[in-house]
């Protein structure tokens, strides 16, 4: 069997998103759309415990035991010359197993990744909340990295970001960068933010908003004048609102939609579809908070804001549905794709007829 380094080595080299390590298959990556075999034989799972403690000893000093204990660990490891890789080991019929995402040293240029100057503009928030939400794999680090990146090199201030694990390196630049790895730097992320707030931050990107610590935490940061990128995995800016509001108690709601009102800027959510030629690309849907919008989500009517934001057409806004539209019309999706990725199927077909 090949060794680690050589698996990783020529993975990167493969243009490879994502390597499955899985003991009875053969050890594959994802290169957008096709799966394509790394070793020709199945791997045992005395072969993928070998490997999944070669990936351990990569790490500054990360202990097995966390995977042998819980069953699953989230971990980062670079390896010098090739790239970083954000793992996820688990525990799958008594053997050990992980599926590596592919992260280069490089910082990703927004325009070859096909990221709107609608998102890419919101680099020039002054304060408040910016959200980046899809599902998982959608791109949703990438895109935050992408903002952070073009703040360091645009602005001046200094920028802390709260991640799980840390994906991509930014150097200090127009900006000081701290970068916290959530479980090695901090306990949690409602501590590191708790933390960052004295931290004299300018700008925060909070990996992921998962519980309610978190996200109230979050929304004092927002108000307080301070800029916040976080993600969430939901689809649509009409549920993150409704995501962020029902984490609260019933009677504590209607407070948290007039802070949401206030604090809230941009939501971008994002999927990845395949195009013609079986690559992957992202289609954005962009909602900027404007006083219509504020005004929607504070009476709890989030079920108009994408009526509201297809009739605006302002400020760089756009539904998921009518990014579908152009691409298909652009000939970079089929009309199949563009309505199995629809929030609205029935009303992206009106709208491509």
Known sequence: MKDLEAILRESA??????????????????????FENVTEERITPEQSEELLRGIYGLTKGRPIRNLLENGDDDFSFSLPGVGRFRCCAYMQRSSLAAVLRVVRFELPDPAKLGIPD???????????????????GSG????LAC??????????GHIITLEDPIEYLHRHKGCIVSQREMHSDSQSFSVALRAALRQAPDVIMLGEMRDYDTIATALTAAETGHLLFSS???????????????????????QVRVQLATVLRAVVSQ?????????????????????????????????QIENTMA?????????????LAAMVRGGSISRQTALAAAYNPETLERRLR
Do not use: W
């Open 311 to 323: 009739a605006g057409g302002m400020q760089g806004m756009m539904t998921m549905d009518q990014s």
């Open 13 to 34: 080299q493969s243009s490879a998103s994502d390597i499955y390590i899985v003991p009875g298959a053969c050890i594959r990556v994802r290169v957008g759309c096709r």
């Open 140 to 143: 949703k680090s990438t895109t």
């Open 271 to 303: 999927q990845l579809v395949q195009t013609l030629s079986g690559e992957l690309i992202p289609a954005f849907e962009v909602m900027v908070v404007t006083p219509a919008i504020a005004n929607l989500i504070r009476e709890g009517k989030t079920f």
């Open 232 to 254: 969430l995995h939901t689809q649509g800016a009409a549920k993150s609102i409704d995501r962020i509001v029902d984490v609260f108690p019933a009677n504590a709601q209607q």
């Open 147 to 156: 903002l952070i990146d073009r703040i360091n090199r645009e602005r001046q």
């Open 118 to 136: 609608a998102v890419m503009n919101l680099y020039n928030t002054v304060s408040g909340m910016v959200l980046v939400t899809g599902a998982a």
